[in-house]
C-alpha cells in the first residue's frame, strides 16, 4: 500500500502508477514504455541504463548493437523522401526512442538524412555525416553498364550478371572473387567501402581481422548505433561486416526501404577472444506494420 501512494504521487497518473508498480514487481517494462511514449515522457524521465540497454536484471552488457538502415521510400531527382518515405522515417523514429541511440550516422545523401532526422530528434541526437556512404560514389562503382558506357544496373540486380557472379568459377574463388577478370573492375569500389566500414567499427571499438574473419574489441562498448544510408552500400557494407564473399551476399540478400538490419557484436568471454558479430534480424519492418504503414518490398509488392 505504501508502494502504491508513494509511486501514486511520483507519477500522478494511475497509469503511470500501475506501469511502475507493475514494473517493480515483475520486471516486464512492456506497459510501461506503451504509457511512457503516449505521454512524451520516455527519454527525459526514464534511466538511460533500462531504457537504452533494455536491461531489467541490472547486469551490464558490454556489446555494442549495430543497426543499418536503408532509407524511406525515395525521390531520386531531386534527392528526398515521397510522402510515404517520410511516413516510414517518422515510424523509425518511433521505434528507436523505444530503447535509445548513442550514436546515429547518415550518408551524406538527402534521402538517407532525412530519413535519420525523426529519430534524431527524438533522442536529441546530433547526425554525423559520413560521405563515402552515399550511393552516388557506389553506383559509379559497382554497376553494369550499357552501350554508352553509363551505369545502368547494379551488379547484383542485374538478373543475367547476377547468374554468372553465382557460377561455380566465381564460387571457388570465395574471398579473391575479384581476381576473376569479368569482377576485377568492382574491387576498388568494394574496397572503398570495406575500409572506410572497417575505420568506422574500428572507432566504435572494435577492428577486424580480415584474416580470422572475425573483430577484436579494443575498447569496452555498449552503444546503439545506426547508421542511415542505402541498399547498395548497404549490401556491400553487410557482406565485408559479416565476412560473406560479395557475389554471393548481395545476389542473395536485398533491402527494403526504411528497413534495419541488427547486428550484435557481443561481448567477449575473456580478454582478446575473437568476435563473430551475428544478425539478430535483417531488413525489419515491425515499425511499418506497428505503424499500419505497407509492408511492400521497395514499394513494389507486399511482403
Known amino acids: 500500500m505504501g508502494a502504491f501512494l508513494l509511486s501514486f504521487i511520483v507519477f500522478p497518473s494511475p497509469f503511470f502508477s500501475t506501469s511502475y508498480l507493475l514494473y517493480r514487481k515483475t520486471g516486464d517494462l512492456s506497459r510501461w514504455e506503451d504509457?511512457?511514449?503516449?505521454?512524451?515522457?520516455?527519454?527525459?524521465?526514464?534511466?538511460?541504463?533500462?531504457?537504452?540497454?533494455?536491461?531489467?536484471?541490472?547486469?551490464?552488457?558490454?556489446?555494442?548493437?549495430?543497426?543499418?538502415?536503408?532509407?524511406?521510400?525515395?525521390?531520386?531527382?531531386?534527392?528526398?523522401?515521397?510522402?510515404?518515405?517520410?511516413?516510414?522515417?517518422?515510424?523509425?523514429?518511433?521505434?528507436?526512442?523505444?530503447?535509445?541511440?548513442?550514436?546515429?550516422?547518415?550518408?551524406?545523401?538527402?534521402?538517407?538524412?532525412?530519413?535519420?532526422?525523426?529519430?534524431?530528434?527524438?533522442?536529441?541526437?546530433?547526425?554525423?555525416?559520413?560521405?563515402?556512404?552515399?550511393?552516388?560514389?557506389?553506383?559509379?562503382?559497382?554497376?553494369?553498364?550499357?552501350?554508352?558506357?553509363?551505369?545502368?544496373?547494379?551488379?547484383?540486380?542485374?538478373?543475367?550478371?547476377?547468374?554468372?557472379?553465382?557460377?561455380?568459377?566465381?564460387?571457388?574463388?570465395?574471398?579473391?572473387?575479384?581476381?576473376?577478370?569479368?569482377?576485377?573492375?568492382?574491387e576498388a569500389g568494394y574496397r572503398r567501402i570495406a575500409e572506410a566500414a572497417d575505420a568506422l567499427l574500428e572507432s566504435l571499438g572494435y577492428r577486424h581481422d580480415l584474416k580470422t574473419h572475425t573483430f577484436e574489441q579494443i575498447r569496452p562498448n555498449n552503444d546503439r548505433v545506426a547508421l542511415f544510408a542505402h541498399g547498395g552500400t548497404g549490401k556491400t557494407f553487410l557482406s565485408h561486416v559479416l565476412d560473406m564473399p560479395f557475389p554471393a551476399f548481395t545476389t542473395h540478400f536485398d533491402i527494403s526501404h526504411s528497413t534495419m538490419t541488427v547486428i550484435n557484436f557481443g561481448e567477449p568471454h575473456k580478454d582478446n577472444d575473437p568476435i563473430v558479430p551475428g544478425v539478430l534480424q535483417f531488413s525489419g519492418d515491425s515499425h511499418l506494420y506497428k505503424d499500419g504503414l505497407p509492408t511492400k518490398f521497395c514499394n513494389r509488392f507486399y511482403i
Open 35 to 186: 504509457i511512457a511514449m503516449i505521454c512524451g515522457f520516455w527519454l527525459d524521465f526514464f534511466p538511460k541504463k533500462i531504457y537504452n540497454r533494455g536491461e531489467t536484471t541490472g547486469k551490464q552488457v558490454e556489446t555494442m548493437i549495430f543497426y543499418y538502415i536503408r532509407h524511406g521510400d525515395p525521390i531520386y531527382n531531386p534527392n528526398g523522401l515521397t510522402p510515404l518515405g517520410a511516413r516510414q522515417a517518422e515510424a523509425l523514429g518511433k521505434r528507436f526512442a523505444v530503447h535509445g541511440l548513442d550514436r546515429i550516422f547518415a550518408s551524406s545523401s538527402e534521402r538517407a538524412i532525412q530519413t535519420a532526422k525523426p529519430a534524431a530528434e527524438l533522442l536529441k541526437k546530433n547526425i554525423e555525416i559520413l560521405d563515402w556512404a552515399n550511393e552516388d560514389y557506389a553506383w559509379q562503382e559497382l554497376t553494369v553498364r550499357n552501350e554508352k558506357g553509363e551505369p545502368e544496373e547494379w551488379c547484383f540486380d542485374d538478373r543475367e550478371f547476377a547468374r554468372f557472379m553465382n557460377t561455380e568459377e566465381v564460387r571457388a574463388l570465395g574471398d579473391q572473387w575479384y581476381r576473376h577478370p569479368e569482377l576485377a573492375r568492382f
